[in-house]
């Protein structure tokens, strides 16, 4: 949810003073893509419900919220107060849309009896994924069924990483997995479980190691380690 206000200051005039006579002043926001009056005062004048003039009686603040902002909200708005002249404030308005990547996908290829480790991060996102779902086969896995042996990891952050760690692989274990964060777009990747075969798509590494206490503490501590690497990055970023 998008919002912006327009607050008052000393050498502004407010929407209920009258600087010409009996005249007074309103607040419109405006958006330029389309040249679409949106709202004049505390109207709104747009089909799309979505966008709402919101004002406290008695207050400076004039805000314009959109709820749900879709990539199309992008662009420039303005402010504009029916003073003379005309006074104008202008936002432009970039709106992230979310990903969710699984590492190392299209496919995947390991061994029989080793570990399956299938990494998620989500990117892009104001706010951490209120959850996060992983699907085998359009089913969503269950982390305590008969099957045993399936964790998840979570680090929720700027950027979020989600790593589903699966002991033993069987070839039932073959199949598309999906990722499926709660605020975008679902990210699968098919894994080929394999019985003595050796592609040349083989991957080697956290996808095909043997089974054993030692490996999946590594692969716990790489997840983590992964996370709060980019996190930092993102932190070093934003610094500069």
């Known amino acids: 949810m998008e919002e912006w206000k327009w607050v008052r200051k000393k050498d502004e005039l407010s929407p209920w003073d009258t600087p010409m006579g009996n005249k007074k002043c309103y607040v419109s926001w405006i958006r330029h893509r389309d040249i679409h009056i949106l709202t004049v005062g505390s109207y709104t004048y747009t089909t799309d419900q979505r966008f709402q003039a919101i004002h406290r009686k008695n207050s400076d603040e004039w805000t314009l919220q959109i709820k749900w902002a879709q990539k199309r909200d992008g662009g420039m708005y303005e402010c504009q107060i029916s003073t003379q002249p005309v006074k ?96 975008t777009d679902v990210a699968s990747i098919q894994v080929h479980v394999l019985n003595g075969e050796s592609p040349a798509a083989m991957q080697t590494g956290s996808a095909g190691l043997s089974n054993s206490s030692v490996n999946i503490l590594i692969l716990m501590s790489v997840c983590w380690l992964y996370s709060h690497f980019m996190m930092n990055l993102r932190l070093k970023t934003k610094m500069n």
């Open 88 to 183: 104008s404030f202008f936002v432009n308005l970039s709106v992230v849309v979310p990903t969710a990547t699984i590492l190392g996908g299209p496919d995947l290829h390991v061994d029989k009896g080793s570990t399956i480790n299938l990494t998620c991060t989500i990117k892009y996102s104001p706010e951490p994924p209120a959850y996060i779902f992983w699907y085998h086969h359009d089913q969503v896995i269950s982390y305590d069924s008969n099957r045993g042996g399936v964790s998840l990891i979570t680090v929720k952050g700027d950027t979020t990483i989600s790593c589903l760690i699966i002991q033993s692989a069987l070839l039932s274990d073959s199949g598309k997995y999906s990722c499926s964060p709660s605020n």
